[in-house]
């Protein structure tokens, strides 16, 4: 039943853009639509950079968006909206305000009676499990009690909506389960008072674990790939094969779109593509793992990422470089070393250096513009700044510099050529 | 126990930070618009060519039960202008912070103010001061706390703005999120996180600023002669009377004052500044002091908070409440027009300005002026170039035998503070008697008095320096047996060097300043005089020469503002990039 009254959210064609050096906005955002009812739970799943922490942003009220429109509540958000309250990734705890300040300060911007406001705050501190913390400062207290200050800081202030932004991807693994587990009591037994939550996350067993439904956002630019209804129980089992099944058909969803590397894995094309901050060792770790035993060869991507502890963030980058240096091809969740994948992981250091070297060379267009202009010219040397220029007119300061960077380290490892980073300078002779 | 205590904050100080080593025309601009500032005050002052007015105060008498009372004046100036800092502080570093225009013109300010002898201010603005309230003796008083204010408020300032740009983003969020009116975001956020980096500048301006009140008391300039109810005047009669016993106990009255004020105000506010850190983990060390566990105890600081809570509350209950701010808007072609405006603004002043300048200097001054103002400078440059290498030659290996031994850092840190915070110049007689018993050359000798009191600065942040040093890092070098020579030279001066950067950039600058009454001193009718710029701006003012003392100050800000540029602030990049632990 879709009937209009009970949406408390509508995000409508939301449209983000950025302004670049050049030419074009960089499209972050394209299109979104969205609604979230009463008495649901939602996460937004996508990958770093897919542009979900701007999307929770829009809807909190705290960006304008360069186009379409968020309502709640039947109501347009044109600011920081008193409907919905965030708790961030980052805790973002005032250090010099105690547990109880901390709770009482949105209150205390609402300007509720000061008997009021300590009722308030220490009830939601004694729902949170925070009680005996009151005096306490944030630094005395470990992450995963941090966290519950901010949860508890959000629920003071009765909103409809509770937006999480990647609320437990700074805490260890165990804490992070038994935080969810406690938010999950208490949503279940309607002790929270808010309508719904809103979260925001990369890890896909906790968007399966915690959601009734999970919007999937892909990059470049960030839109709706795929909305999953997930109807399992709650509580909720991991080892339950229903759940697996679930989290594998994610993983094939997410990679799905990565199966034809022609139509590029990275933004950008030609030497503007934004290349991603990958160590060569860790390719290498990577590549050993698949071709060791059970894999030989080839992996199921979920299957890897639980013993290597790598959440998507970590592993989906160094699988697509793999893939952008065809070392690797990674298609429905899965990973498969190709020949010169297979080769590299037998060869000894040296040929090792050699054949990457190759590859580097062949896939990456700015290592092999970067050769190109230091073969051609008499000194063999060239300014970074030069390249960084050429980048800019394509990408961001920031994008650049981590291209560049990647660059920079891809073809040092290769020993493609050289460079100085006291004097900035690329060149062809390795220093004795 | 790797680490005494943290006396430095996270911030390169005034003059280090900046984007540009090169002066662009933003400092240009602004230089010009500060010397024609100068040279209205110059002109105005002549002008008022007030005759000789007699000041009616109660003259200094050199009988010891005076001088507690004369030590509580000379601190209660202290205070006076530390308030008129911290006002000019959140005033005008929150404004520089909030609007881009502002800062565009407030920052080099602030660069070269500090860059110019605030001893140079006191000749403009005893004169004005005193018109302002004829016949008083508050004219004098306000003259001496400007002066004094003229050294603390830009570094606090800058410190202040530099917080103020730093606030963490996610915490700026959370202020917007739960919709803070910026009355509220101020005190809860904003001042919280910019208080330890304030504090301790702060409290390094006040050390500064004894210097300054000890200074600005006794002034002669022209015919006036202002000799204000202070440690300072009693010394200047001392030194007239030829009274050597005075000028001990003056000595001993500095040092008691110091003492309370490091005891009583320094390390208290110190310790409970630390609440402030911004820091997710418990440090384990801890600035300590005795008087705040005492007011802690006494549940003093709890109660302090609350009343400036509640007055927090009270006023953000009377502002009315703001409309919710619209989440940030974008530049609108009005925003352009006014930048347009904004710039046709600025040049016409600096326009008028130059204009200003120009026709003040070709009435009064001739070129040679220049060239001899600027000849003065170098010999004054030299002198400072040679003292700070011999100062650091010394207090480098020392600091770095001391901070690399905790139980000895823990000891001598709190005197190298007090050393640097001593007024120097109380201690100048004592050195005049013996270049004069002696027949010195005062060219030589008068010039150690310049860094007399400003050496500290590098002792003390070598110290700090050589405590942060991480242990790992220098058992690894133990374990390569490096050789003496290469220990210094890739362990640890690379280690320490941001400090001792900073450290020697406030030595450096406050050994200028000192120029200006180092290069002249005098013992009863004996008159020594070292040839070099601040002496020449010494002996402008007591002529009431204003055209030579703008001209002696100008030419020293620029030195000073070109010693910062070409070489303190690439050294302390390059500290920064290359050597930067943590």
């Not at chain 2, 809860?188 to 000890?214: D, Y």
């Amino acid at each position: 039943m879709m009937d209009k009254l009970d949406e408390l959210l509508i995000v409508d064609h939301i449209r983000q853009a950025y302004p670049k050096g050049s030419g074009e906005d960089l499209l972050v955002l394209d299109d979104v639509n969205l609604r979230l009812r009463d008495n649901e739970i939602v996460s937004l799943l996508g990958r770093s950079g897919c542009g979900k922490s701007s999307l929770l942003r829009i809807i909190a009220g705290l960006m304008p968006s360069t186009g379409g429109n968020v309502s709640i509540g039947g109501r347009p958000v044109s600011g920081p909206a008193p409907e919905v309250a965030m708790v961030f990734q980052t805790f973002a705890l005032f250090p010099w305000l105690t547990v109880l300040e901390n709770v009482e300060l949105g209150l205390e911007a609402q300007r509720v009676p000061a008997a009021e406001r300590h009722k308030r705050a220490l009830a939601a501190i004694d729902l949170i499990g925070l009680d005996g913390y009151e005096s306490a400062y944030p630094k005395e207290l470990s992450g995963g009690m941090r966290q519950r200050v901010g949860l508890a800081r959000a629920l003071v202030v009765h909103p409809r909506i509770l937006l999480m932004d990647e609320a437990f991807s700074a805490l260890d693994v165990l804490t992070a389960e038994t935080l969810r587990t406690d938010l999950l009591d208490l949503w279940s037994e309607g002790r929270m008072p808010i309508s719904s939550i809103l979260l925001v996350t990369h890890n896909i067993e906790e968007a399966v674990l915690m959601s009734d439904r999970i919007v999937v956002l892909a990059s470049n630019p960030g839109r709706i790939s795929a909305e999953i209804k997930v109807d399992l129980p709650q509580p909720r089992n991991r080892l339950d094969p229903a759940f697996r099944r679930l989290v594998d058909d994610i993983y094939a969803r997410m990679t799905a779109r990565a199966a034809k590397p022609s139509q590029g894995l990275f933004p950008g094309t030609g030497i503007s593509m934004h290349l991603p901050r990958v160590s060569p060792n860790l390719m290498a770790g990577l590549m050993e793992q698949v071709a060791a035993e059970p894999h030989r060869g080839k992996a199921d991507l979920p299957a890897l990422a639980g013993p290597l502890q790598m959440e998507i963030d970590d592993l989906f980058p160094v699988a697509e470089t793999l893939q952008l240096l065809r070392f690797a091809e990674v298609a429905e969740g899965d990973i498969k070393l190709t020949d010169a994948g297979r080769r590299f992981v037998d060869l000894a250091p040296d040929d090792r250096k050699r054949l990457f070297a190759q590859q580097v060379m062949a896939y990456v267009p700015l290592v092999g513009h970067i050769k190109r202009v230091l073969d051609e010219r008499e000194s063999h040397a060239a300014p970074a700044s030069r390249f960084r220029d050429e980048l800019e007119d394509h990408m961001s300061v920031q994008f650049a510099d981590q291209t560049l960077r990647t660059a920079t380290s891809w073809g040092r490892f290769g020993e493609v050529f050289a460079y100085d980073e006291d004097t900035g300078v690329f060149s062809l002779d390795n220093p004795a | 126990m790797a680490r005494t205590r943290r006396i430095e904050v996270d911030q390169p100080p005034l003059g280090l930070a900046g984007s540009g080593l090169k002066p662009n025309l933003y400092d240009l601009t602004i230089f010009i618009l500060i010397a024609a500032g100068f040279v209205a005050l110059a002109h105005g002052a002549r002008e008022i060519a007030a005759p000789a007015e007699r000041l009616v105060g109660q003259p200094i008498v050199l009988d010891p039960a005076y001088l507690p009372e004369y030590a509580l004046r000379t601190t209660l100036r202290m205070f006076a202008a530390i308030i008129a800092s911290l006002i000019f502080t959140f005033v005008i570093a929150t404004l520089a912070a909030k609007s881009r225009k502002a800062e565009l013109v407030i920052l080099p300010a602030l660069d070269i103010l500090q860059s110019v002898p605030v001893l140079g201010f006191l000749t403009f603005t005893v004169a004005y001061f005193l018109r302002l309230f004829p016949g008083s003796e508050l004219g004098a008083e306000c003259a001496a706390v400007f002066a004094i204010f003229t050294s603390q408020a830009w570094n606090m300032a800058f410190s202040f703005y530099q917080s103020l740009r730093t606030v963490p983003r996610d915490l700026v969020e959370v202020g917007r999120h739960f919709r803070l009116s910026p009355w509220l975001s101020f005190w809860r956020l904003e001042a919280p996180f910019a208080a330890p980096g304030l504090i301790w500048n702060t409290m390094m301006s006040m050390s500064g600023g004894w210097f300054f009140v000890v200074a600005s008391e006794a002034i002669t300039v022209g015919d006036t002669t202002i000799k204000l109810p202070g440690i300072g005047s009693w010394l200047a009669v001392a030194i007239d009377a030829k009274d050597i016993r005075a000028v001990v106990l003056a000595v001993i009255a500095m040092a008691v004052v110091i003492l309370l004020y490091d005891q009583l105000v320094f390390r208290p506010i110190v310790a409970w500044a630390d609440k402030f850190r911004f820091e997710q983990t418990a440090a384990r060390e801890r600035p300590q002091s005795w008087v705040y566990d005492l007011w802690r105890r006494a549940r003093l600081v709890r109660r302090t908070a609350q009343v400036m809570g509640s007055a927090v509350r009270l006023v953000e209950r009377l502002t009315p409440r703001p409309a919710p701010p619209p989440a940030e808007c974008d530049r609108t072609v009005s925003a352009r027009l006014f930048d347009v405006l904004w710039i046709a603004l600025v040049l016409a002043l600096v326009a008028y300005a130059l204009w200003r300048i120009v026709l003040f200097t070709r009435a009064t001054l001739g070129f040679d002026d220049v060239v001899t103002a600027f000849g003065l400078g170098l010999l004054t440059f030299t002198r400072v170039a040679v003292l700070i290498a011999l100062a650091s030659a010394i207090w480098v290996p020392i600091g770095v035998w001391i901070g690399l031994r905790p139980w000895a850092a823990t000891r001598v840190q709190p005197v190298a503070q007090f050393l640097a915070a001593f007024p120097a110049n109380v201690l100048f007689p004592i050195a005049v008697v013996a270049i004069v018993a002696w027949r010195l050359d005062p060219n030589i000798w008068l010039s150690p008095l310049m860094v007399l009191g400003t050496q500290w600065y590098i002792l003390f942040n070598v110290i700090a320096g050589a405590s942060a040093f991480p242990t790992d890092l220098r058992e690894a070098s133990t374990l390569f047996r490096l050789r003496q020579w290469q220990w210094w030279r890739h362990v640890i001066l690379p280690g320490i060097l941001p400090y001792y950067v900073t450290g020697a950039l406030t030595a450096a600058g406050g050994s200028w300043n000192a120029a200006i009454v180092a290069e002249v001193a005098s013992w009863g009718d004996t008159k020594l005089h070292a040839a070099g710029l601040g002496a020449y701006i010494a002996d402008a003012t007591t002529a009431g020469d204003y055209a030579r003392v703008v001209l002696g100050i100008g030419v020293m800000s620029v030195l000073v503002v070109s010693c910062n540029r070409l070489l303190w602030r690439p050294l302390y990049r390059l500290a920064e990039r290359r050597f930067r632990l943590e």
